[in-house]
């Protein structure tokens, strides 16, 4: 019964290939992200859906396309891997997307390119 | 846009002194929200805080925001092992705003 869950949880790869990752939430939020964190520990926001919509979406480099089927999934696909895109990404949703609602976070996809 | 700053960056104490971690905003906040994240896990939500000097405590855990809103604390008293990881604060905006975080290692 767990309330974010990502898969797959670690992701080795070469540079240069494509990979997705997915992410449901059983909370019934509507609103779902995705962050990368990077080796110091910086939570940066990449994507942002609110009911399937796609409401924010930071500088983040075309390669990165989210999809999102339903507002229980929210899924990441990555095109062309390069070194840089080592990091852990998680998946968070919360209820409302206005800031200032308690997001619930995956437990993260560690993704290592090499 | 927001943005929240925290420091300091890293903290060592001995296991059994107090730690405090510190956010500061340069503009009036709404809320505030505080999480934790232990090594090789995920940002845990601990608390949000919304009123004006508002304190609360969860065990030996004390949460305060500032009277004019615009910072807030956490401190623990007595770190234990467990304390260990990085502790992020997160302004209200969307998206939320999270600071750099504080990473506190606790020596047995």
């Known amino acids: 019964d767990t309330a974010v869950s990502q898969t797959p949880k670690y992701l080795v790869t070469q540079m240069g290939n494509d990979k997705s990752i997915k992410c449901e939430q059983n909370?019934?939020?509507?609103?779902m992200y995705w962050y990368k964190q990077d080796s110091k520990k910086f939570l940066k926001i990449m994507f942002s859906y609110n009911n399937k919509e796609l409401i924010i979406n930071e500088t983040v480099p075309n390669r990165f396309s989210p999809k999102s089927p339903d507002k229980a999934h929210l899924n990441l696909h990555i095109n062309s891997l390069e070194l840089g895109d080592s990091a852990v990404y998680f998946c968070?949703?919360?209820?409302?997307?206005?800031?200032?609602?308690?997001?619930?976070f995956g437990d993260g996809t560690r993704l290592s390119i090499l | 846009g927001q943005q929240v700053m925290q420091i300091p960056q890293y903290q060592h104490v001995q296991e059994g002194e107090d730690f405090t971690t510190y956010c500061n905003s340069s503009?009036?906040?709404?809320?505030i929200q505080w999480y934790k994240q232990r090594p090789g896990g995920h940002p845990v939500f601990l608390i949000q805080?919304?009123?004006?000097?508002e304190v609360k405590k969860q065990k030996r855990l004390t949460f305060q925001f500032g009277e004019a809103k615009k910072n807030s604390s956490l401190h623990i008293t007595a770190t234990q092992t467990t304390d260990v990881g990085t502790y992020f604060c997160?302004?209200?905006?969307?998206?939320?705003?999270f600071g750099k975080g504080t990473r506190l290692s606790v020596i047995a």
């Open positions: 997160a302004a209200p905006s969307t998206p939320l705003v």
């Open positions: 909370l019934g939020h509507d609103t």
């Open positions: 968070a949703s919360s209820q409302g997307a206005q800031g200032g609602k308690p997001q619930h």
């Open positions: 503009t009036t906040l709404s809320n």
């Open positions: 805080l919304v009123k004006s000097g």
